[in-house]
């Protein structure tokens, strides 16, 4: 990607959802420059997840628009009108998304490799020997190298959960979705995860968007955090700022409750 290329990685134009009669999100602005590290915080029922959920495509907005690299995501304007974009279009531009869920969500009857080669091998068409010569450099990375033929079930939660995280980053994603990735974790096993996504965070330009209730996590990856009240951003600022003096009487009771 060029220097000098600002298309955000991410854009929110005017996004409403609705669940029935509620309203969750109304007229949602905001962009996630390339290469941010963009953490949502905020009470429950905020909108955190509905907003990760709508990247996922596991839900659609009501209106408005989601761009990603500049691209129309599910919907765009045409003849003045809000349209879906075709299915084809649609898995091309999802493809530059990865995801990392709270319940790991690998396929327990494959192995670790095979759990990380196969969207490669199925989606991209990437010849098998070179799908696997990337799996076992991202092994290396999340620290699984010796885990390469084991069965999902023998791995700890957090051994599997860096195995979701190498296979989401086995597709290359230019942005990474991270839904509440330690909450299913012991605590004695979530270091180590947010160890791996710093290292991550470290060592590619990889776009982050992360909904966590673990302010740590927030403060050692992030470099923007997004409070959320009520479907809307009441406040942004660096983690450093946020976390020591957050500005607003929301954000500060909510940090009071969390921390
Ligand atoms: P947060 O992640 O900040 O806790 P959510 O995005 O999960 O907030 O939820 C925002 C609101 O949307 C809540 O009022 C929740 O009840 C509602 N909601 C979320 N998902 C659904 C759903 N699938 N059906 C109905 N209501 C939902």
């Given at each position: 990607m060029p220097d000098n290329d600002t298309t955000p990685a991410i854009e929110f134009q005017g996004v409403g959802k609705r669940f029935g009669d509620n309203v969750?999100?109304?007229g949602l602005n905001f962009t996630v420059a390339k290469g941010d590290r963009v953490t949502l915080i905020g009470?429950?029922?905020?909108g955190k997840t509905t907003i990760l959920r709508l990247l996922m495509t596991l839900e659609e907005a009501n209106d408005g628009l989601i761009l990603v690299d500049g691209q129309p995501y599910t919907h765009e304007i045409r003849g003045g009108k809000r349209v879906a974009i075709s299915e084809k279009r649609r898995s091309l531009v999802r493809r530059r998304v990865g995801m990392v869920f709270q319940q790991f969500?690998?396929?327990?009857?494959?192995s670790v490799l095979e759990n990380i080669i196969e969207a490669p091998i199925?989606?991209?068409?990437?010849?098998k020997a070179q799908a696997v010569a990337r799996a076992e450099d991202l092994l290396e990375k999340v620290g699984l190298?010796?885990?390469?033929?084991?069965?999902?079930?023998?791995?700890?939660g957090g051994q599997q959960q860096r195995v979701a995280i190498a296979r989401a980053l086995a597709m290359e994603p230019e942005i990474l979705l991270l839904d509440e990735?330690?909450?299913?974790?012991?605590p004695e096993l979530v270091a180590d995860v947010l160890g791996v996504l710093r290292n991550i965070a470290e060592t590619t330009d990889i776009t982050m968007l992360i909904v966590t209730h673990e302010m740590q996590f927030a403060r050692e990856v992030s470099n923007r955090v997004l409070m959320f009240d009520g479907g809307k951003i009441i406040e942004e600022a660096h983690p450093e700022a946020i976390f020591t003096s957050p500005e607003h009487e929301r954000t500060q009771e909510f940090l009071r409750a969390v921390l």
């Open positions: 969750v999100l109304d009470p429950s029922g905020s969500n690998l396929f327990p009857n494959m199925h989606v991209l068409g990437i010849p190298a010796d885990k390469r033929d084991a069965r999902c079930t023998q791995l700890s990735v330690t909450s299913a974790l012991d």
